[in-house]
């Protein structure tokens, strides 16, 4: 069995200022780790993934998140938010060597004030 | 961008009435997935399929049913729709990347249905 744990349902930060979207993940083999963006009214978009031995992943956009097996979790982060950054932020875990079953975090809405 | 069509993208029908949504995918991927999302939710699995006729059930699929006859198309069903069934409803694909990770999702554009 595999469930993700999105810690905030909202996290609100001035622009500029650093971004931090908490992650934890709960998996039985190893995981595959993967967090998307969705702009209101759009669809999904793959920030990044971590499907290898590198834990720190750099994604689009100046986003970087790191794997920490012994801490269950893949925190987001980015040093300095911009107001297009503004949007719900998804974390997912799936299991491979089976059938790939993609289970999603509630969700994380990030607010961005000027 | 990877592609995936979904339709119809919006659909108002009323309750009782039996709703098809499909999507069509060009990209060959082995696994396709219907998703809801709704406010507060995130996005829970409905069904999902691992190959031509093979299909399971997710974690919200009752009153929900799926068909996959051809690769390409992934078919969800409402044998008789609800007002709950009211959201928006995504379709992705993927592959594997190799024997231990997953390959990441590609999504469809969403179908927005409307149930009264």
Redesign the interface.
Known sequence: AQSVTQLDSHVSVSEGTPVLLRCNYSSSYSPSLFWYVQHPNKGLQLLLKYTSAATLVKGINGFEAEFKKSETSFHLTKPSAHMSDAAEYFCVVSVGGGSYIPTFGRGTSLIVHP | DAGITQSPRHKVTETGTPVTLRCHQTENHR?M?W?RQDP??????IH?S?GVKDT?K?EVSDGYSVSRSKTEDFLLTLESATSSQTSVY?C?I?E??????????F????SRLTVL
């Open positions: 696994y997935y998703y507060g939710h995130g996005l829970r699995l999902y691992y399971d997710g995504f992705a993927s594997r990347q190799d024997f231990v990770f997953a390959g990441e999702l999504f469809g554009e969403g």
